[in-house]
């Protein structure tokens, strides 16, 4: 049995929950958007083609603001292309995905399938194939109340109230050399700088991201941003960053630590982003917006959905692009990948997921088929549902164990959050460790607890082992079950982590 003992005190904090540190992403990417959120003609969706079935999950998930549309799609989306009567919208060619775009699926629909699901937008704009003009019509076209050509446009295309999208994103992954339109970070720089001027001469209130680097692995990561910052510093409010991580040729424990590269790169995003704020003698922050992390299975797999099989298969509209299976231990890593974000609440004051559904996600759906929920649906939904309030500083003092990659690495990590309101403290764990379970002590500084309200766990199924993975046939095999042992006695919790596993537990307390 490893240990850990965790202290926590009700006066180190971090500062309040960012809710949007729980959003998503949908591109349109594979079946994402086809036979994901959208598929008319199947028998849980409504006139709008949109499933129910889909969006009970998406509203249980919690996710509260989603990208769109892209991602590499969008350096080479007209947007145009997706507004106006169906039967006029041009069938494209993608690029980046090698498939055909039907546009079927446009900005009204995604604005209306948002409202649905009571999610706020967050919408990229294409500064790969197109710039300026482009970026500030889809502002003049989404946010002007009316009485100009692009406003009263939106208006003939059936939305006369203005869309009021607030969050942009001024491209995408712009330093990758992948992306359609790549560019030097001096070009990006000064792109972003005059098309977010543009966007903001037609609506002053909006919120813009930069693109930073699309891992912390790039070889220009850090100048990248140093350079895009100091062009548009005073222009934008955020600057993003990508992380995806897999378990590598069987280096799990490398795997499991990924969570420390994600420390490392916000941290050394924030150090850059300040070190622009003194040099250029700016009063305001940047804070980050880390808007596409998960675990991505990108190499060592040879299936039918791998992005060059698809190229190979010619053609076609919504295969199946990178419909990631996720196991246990993906589950494990998504929940620390979740505790990093939350433990830097106070300047990643956005986080998307990517994706929402299919693509790399927690929902898969079958095209006239049902939906169900991937194991890393659930810690992320728990957190959603109950990170509120005051996010907590804790001292962790926990057994280490050793990996390739970061060396030595607690086996226990940790966050937390405590809601006033509602007096309410919730702890997130995830236990490292692959053979042993770890017992916990958590010393609750200024708190009495006075219940346990709530403590669940995600481990190895009976009968299944850390790949063990939800299916169609067995859409429960890997979820939340309770708990046992946990013990909230007035300054004190006290419990065990099964090995390689995830847990949450919610205290009712008062002050003490
Ligand atoms: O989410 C899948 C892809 O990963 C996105 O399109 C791109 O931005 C990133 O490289």
Known sequence: MSRARITLDRDFTIGEVPRRLFGSFVEHMGRCVYTGIYEPGHPEADENGFRQDVLKLVKELGATVIRYPGGNFVSGYNWEDGIGPRENRP???????????????????????????????????????????????????????????????????????????????LGNEMDGPWQIGHKTAD???????????????????????????????????????????????????????HAYYQEHEGDVGSFL???????????????????????????????????????????????EDQPHNVIKAGWRE???????????????????LLNSLLRHGDRVKIANQAQLVNVIAPILSEENGPAWKQTIFHPFARMAELAKGQILRLSVDSDKYSNARFGDTDLVDVSATWNEETGRVALFFANR?????????????????????????????????????????????????PLEGVKATGSELRLTLPALSWAVVELDVVKA
């Open 91 to 169: 069938r494209r060619l993608d690029g980046a995905w090698h498939t055909v775009e039907t546009n079927a699926f446009g900005l009204h629909e995604f604005v209306d399938w948002s409202k649905q699901a009571g999610t706020e937008i967050m919408e990229a704009i294409n500064l790969g194939t197109r710039g300026v003009e482009a970026a500030r019509e889809i502002v003049e076209y989404a946010n002007h109340p009316g009485g100009s050509y692009w406003s009263d446009l939106r208006a003939k295309n059936g939305h006369k109230d203005p869309f009021n999208i607030k969050l942009w994103c």
């Open 433 to 481: 460790g692959l053979e042993e379970a770890a017992d916990v002590e958590v010393a609750l500084r200024g708190f009495d607890a006075r219940q346990v309200l709530r403590a669940e766990v995600l481990e190895i199924p009976e009968g299944g082992d850390r790949f063990t993975i939800n299916t169609q046939e067995q859409t429960g095999r890997v979820g939340l079950t």
């Open 187 to 241: 070009e990006y720089g000064r792109l972003a700088q005059e098309a977010a001027k543009a966007m903001r001469f037609v609506d002053p209130s909006l919120e813009l991201v930069a693109c930073g680097s699309s891992n912390s692995g790039m070889p220009t990561f850090g100048a990248w941003e140093q350079t895009v910052l100091t062009h548009t510093y005073d222009e934008v409010d955020y600057v993003s960053l």
């Open 318 to 336: 919504h295969p199946r692009v990178i419909e990631d299976k996720y196991n246990v231990t993906d589950a494990v890593v998504v929940g620390t």
């Open 257 to 303: 630590a990924s969570a420390v590269d994600t420390d490392y790169f916000i941290e050394s995003v924030i150090a850059t982003a300040d070190a622009v704020r003194a040099k250029g003698k700016h009063k305001k922050h940047i804070n980050l917006s880390f808007d596409e992390w998960n675990v991505w299975y990108q190499r060592g797999l040879d299936t």
